[in-house]
Protein backbone atom coordinates (compact mmCIF):
# COMPACT_ATOMS: atom_id res chain seq x y z
CA UNK A 1 0.00 0.00 0.00
CA UNK A 2 1.32 3.52 -1.04
CA UNK A 3 -0.56 6.87 -1.17
CA UNK A 4 -0.13 10.05 -2.74
CA UNK A 5 -1.44 13.31 -0.83
CA UNK A 6 -2.05 16.48 -2.70
CA UNK A 7 -3.27 19.25 -0.59
CA UNK A 8 -4.83 21.85 -2.35
CA UNK A 9 -7.20 25.05 -2.12
CA UNK A 10 -10.14 24.94 -4.89
CA UNK A 11 -9.08 28.13 -7.64
CA UNK A 12 -11.37 30.32 -6.62
CA UNK A 13 -10.58 33.99 -7.35
CA UNK A 14 -9.78 35.84 -4.75
CA UNK A 15 -8.58 32.95 -2.31
CA UNK A 16 -6.19 31.71 -4.32
CA UNK A 17 -2.59 32.82 -5.67
CA UNK A 18 -3.21 35.97 -4.04
CA UNK A 19 0.31 37.31 -4.41
CA UNK A 20 -0.02 36.73 -8.68
CA UNK A 21 -2.06 39.72 -8.49
CA UNK A 22 0.54 42.00 -8.15
CA UNK A 23 0.47 41.22 -12.07
CA UNK A 24 -2.47 39.25 -12.82
CA UNK A 25 -6.17 39.72 -11.62
CA UNK A 26 -7.82 37.62 -9.13
CA UNK A 27 -9.41 35.25 -11.95
CA UNK A 28 -6.39 35.01 -13.77
CA UNK A 29 -4.84 34.09 -10.60
CA UNK A 30 -7.33 31.36 -10.08
CA UNK A 31 -7.04 30.24 -13.63
CA UNK A 32 -3.14 29.97 -13.20
CA UNK A 33 -3.91 27.74 -9.90
CA UNK A 34 -7.28 25.46 -11.97
CA UNK A 35 -3.16 24.48 -14.71
CA UNK A 36 -1.55 23.97 -11.57
CA UNK A 37 -3.46 21.91 -9.55
CA UNK A 38 -4.04 19.93 -12.91
CA UNK A 39 -0.93 19.31 -13.95
CA UNK A 40 -0.03 18.41 -10.94
CA UNK A 41 -3.05 15.52 -10.17
CA UNK A 42 -2.04 14.07 -14.19
CA UNK A 43 1.24 13.51 -12.79
CA UNK A 44 -0.48 12.06 -9.64
CA UNK A 45 -2.66 9.84 -11.67
CA UNK A 46 0.40 8.67 -14.02
CA UNK A 47 2.36 7.41 -10.44
CA UNK A 48 2.20 4.27 -9.53
CA UNK A 49 0.20 4.11 -5.83
CA UNK A 50 -2.30 2.91 -4.17
CA UNK A 51 -4.21 5.87 -3.29
CA UNK A 52 -4.26 9.34 -4.79
CA UNK A 53 -5.93 11.85 -2.17
CA UNK A 54 -6.18 15.11 -2.89
CA UNK A 55 -6.71 17.16 0.40
CA UNK A 56 -9.04 20.08 -0.27
CA UNK A 57 -9.66 23.66 1.14
CA UNK A 58 -12.87 24.51 -0.82
CA UNK A 59 -15.28 22.63 -3.13
CA UNK A 60 -14.26 20.23 -5.91
CA UNK A 61 -15.20 20.83 -9.51
CA UNK A 62 -14.65 19.68 -12.59
CA UNK A 63 -10.78 20.34 -12.65
CA UNK A 64 -10.38 17.07 -10.55
CA UNK A 65 -10.27 13.83 -12.89
CA UNK A 66 -11.63 10.28 -12.19
CA UNK A 67 -9.35 8.57 -9.76
CA UNK A 68 -8.74 11.10 -7.01
CA UNK A 69 -10.03 10.58 -3.63
CA UNK A 70 -11.30 14.13 -2.53
CA UNK A 71 -11.21 14.51 1.15
CA UNK A 72 -11.81 17.94 3.25
CA UNK A 73 -8.94 20.08 4.61
CA UNK A 74 -9.68 20.28 9.08
CA UNK A 75 -9.57 23.78 10.58
CA UNK A 76 -6.43 24.66 11.99
CA UNK A 77 -2.44 26.14 11.07
CA UNK A 78 -0.88 24.72 8.26
CA UNK A 79 0.77 22.53 10.18
CA UNK A 80 -2.39 20.76 11.60
CA UNK A 81 -3.88 20.34 8.12
CA UNK A 82 -0.74 18.88 6.52
CA UNK A 83 -0.17 16.37 10.00
CA UNK A 84 -3.85 15.26 9.51
CA UNK A 85 -3.46 14.78 5.92
CA UNK A 86 -0.84 12.16 6.75
CA UNK A 87 -3.06 10.70 9.30
CA UNK A 88 -5.31 9.24 6.22
CA UNK A 89 -2.70 7.48 4.81
CA UNK A 90 -2.75 4.15 4.40
CA UNK A 91 1.20 2.92 4.39
CA UNK A 92 3.97 4.67 3.06
CA UNK A 93 3.15 8.14 1.95
CA UNK A 94 4.35 11.36 -0.29
CA UNK A 95 2.52 14.55 0.55
CA UNK A 96 2.56 17.85 -2.16
CA UNK A 97 0.96 21.00 -2.63
CA UNK A 98 -0.88 22.80 -6.10
CA UNK A 99 2.48 24.75 -6.30
CA UNK A 100 4.47 22.76 -8.63
CA UNK A 101 3.21 21.97 -11.86
CA UNK A 102 6.41 20.94 -12.98
CA UNK A 103 6.41 17.85 -11.33
CA UNK A 104 6.57 14.53 -13.49
CA UNK A 105 5.81 10.93 -12.02
CA UNK A 106 8.90 10.07 -12.49
CA UNK A 107 9.68 12.66 -9.05
CA UNK A 108 6.76 11.66 -7.41
CA UNK A 109 7.82 7.67 -7.90
CA UNK A 110 11.37 8.70 -6.61
CA UNK A 111 9.87 10.43 -3.17
CA UNK A 112 7.58 7.11 -2.75
CA UNK A 113 10.68 5.19 -2.89
CA UNK A 114 11.84 4.81 0.44
CA UNK A 115 15.01 2.62 0.02
CA UNK A 116 17.47 3.23 2.72
CA UNK A 117 15.49 5.74 3.85
CA UNK A 118 12.38 6.87 5.98
CA UNK A 119 11.55 10.16 5.29
CA UNK A 120 12.08 11.64 1.34
CA UNK A 121 12.67 15.57 1.46
CA UNK A 122 11.98 17.97 -1.98
CA UNK A 123 13.15 21.30 -0.62
CA UNK A 124 11.54 24.23 -2.35
CA UNK A 125 13.92 27.01 -3.34
CA UNK A 126 12.12 29.50 -0.96
CA UNK A 127 12.86 27.71 2.00
CA UNK A 128 10.28 25.90 2.47
CA UNK A 129 9.50 22.60 1.08
CA UNK A 130 7.78 20.80 -2.14
CA UNK A 131 7.49 17.44 -1.06
CA UNK A 132 7.47 15.39 2.11
CA UNK A 133 7.20 11.80 2.09
CA UNK A 134 7.44 9.54 5.35
CA UNK A 135 7.70 5.35 5.32
CA UNK A 136 5.67 5.08 8.43
CA UNK A 137 3.60 8.52 8.46
CA UNK A 138 3.55 9.75 11.73
CA UNK A 139 1.52 13.29 11.79
CA UNK A 140 3.34 14.19 15.12
CA UNK A 141 6.37 15.15 13.27
CA UNK A 142 4.62 17.90 11.25
CA UNK A 143 3.08 19.51 14.40
CA UNK A 144 4.51 22.70 15.27
CA UNK A 145 6.51 23.14 12.66
CA UNK A 146 6.35 27.01 11.55
CA UNK A 147 5.27 27.20 8.11
CA UNK A 148 5.21 30.09 5.15
CA UNK A 149 8.38 31.46 6.40
CA UNK A 150 11.68 31.34 5.36
CA UNK A 151 13.27 28.25 7.40
CA UNK A 152 10.28 26.19 7.24
CA UNK A 153 12.21 23.62 5.42
CA UNK A 154 15.09 23.54 7.53
CA UNK A 155 12.84 23.18 10.46
CA UNK A 156 11.07 20.68 9.01
CA UNK A 157 14.13 18.28 8.16
CA UNK A 158 15.25 18.77 11.36
CA UNK A 159 12.52 17.89 13.08
CA UNK A 160 12.40 14.12 10.69
CA UNK A 161 16.27 13.92 11.79
CA UNK A 162 16.26 14.87 15.60
CA UNK A 163 13.43 11.39 15.62
CA UNK A 164 16.21 9.48 14.12
CA UNK A 165 14.87 9.22 10.71
CA UNK A 166 17.18 8.53 7.84
CA UNK A 167 16.07 11.13 5.21
CA UNK A 168 16.91 11.42 1.95
CA UNK A 169 16.15 14.59 -0.66
CA UNK A 170 14.63 14.84 -3.66
CA UNK A 171 15.40 17.41 -6.54
CA UNK A 172 15.11 21.37 -5.18
CA UNK A 173 12.10 22.67 -7.17
CA UNK A 174 10.35 26.16 -7.77
CA UNK A 175 6.88 26.97 -5.54
CA UNK A 176 5.04 28.78 -7.65
CA UNK A 177 4.05 32.28 -5.27
CA UNK A 178 5.09 35.01 -7.63
CA UNK A 179 5.19 36.43 -11.16
CA UNK A 180 8.09 35.90 -11.30
CA UNK A 181 7.90 32.46 -9.99
CA UNK A 182 5.41 31.83 -12.33
CA UNK A 183 7.51 32.95 -15.29
CA UNK A 184 10.39 30.90 -14.15
CA UNK A 185 8.31 27.44 -14.17
CA UNK A 186 6.10 28.07 -17.29
CA UNK A 187 9.67 28.59 -19.02
CA UNK A 188 11.26 25.48 -17.05
CA UNK A 189 8.05 23.29 -18.15
CA UNK A 190 7.04 24.48 -21.10
CA UNK A 191 4.56 21.45 -22.40
CA UNK A 192 2.12 22.20 -19.25
CA UNK A 193 -1.18 23.43 -18.71
CA UNK A 194 0.47 25.89 -16.66
CA UNK A 195 3.12 27.11 -18.94
CA UNK A 196 0.14 27.58 -21.70
CA UNK A 197 -2.34 29.51 -19.60
CA UNK A 198 0.47 31.72 -18.69
CA UNK A 199 1.85 32.50 -22.25
CA UNK A 200 -1.80 33.33 -22.99
CA UNK A 201 -2.13 35.70 -20.24
CA UNK A 202 1.34 37.19 -20.48
CA UNK A 203 0.35 38.09 -24.45
CA UNK A 204 -2.55 40.05 -23.07
CA UNK A 205 -1.19 41.51 -19.88
CA UNK A 206 2.08 42.83 -21.49
Same mark, same amino acid.
Given at each position: ?28 ? @?? &? /?? *? ?6 ? #?? =????? +??? %? ?25 ? @?? &? /?? *? ?6 ? #?? =????? +??? %? ?27 ? &??? *? ?71
Amino acid at each position: MSTLLVIAKAPVPGRVKTRLTTRFTPEQA @AG &L /AR *AALEDTLA #AV =LATPC +TRR %VLVLDGRPGPWVPPGIEVVPQCAGGLD @AR &L /AA *AFALAEGP #AL =LIGMD +TPQ %VTPDLLTAGLDFTGADARYGPADDGGFWA &LGL *AAPDPALLLGVPMSVPHTGEEQRRRLTAAGLAVRDLPELCDVDTPADAERVAAAAPGTRFAAVHCGLCAVTR
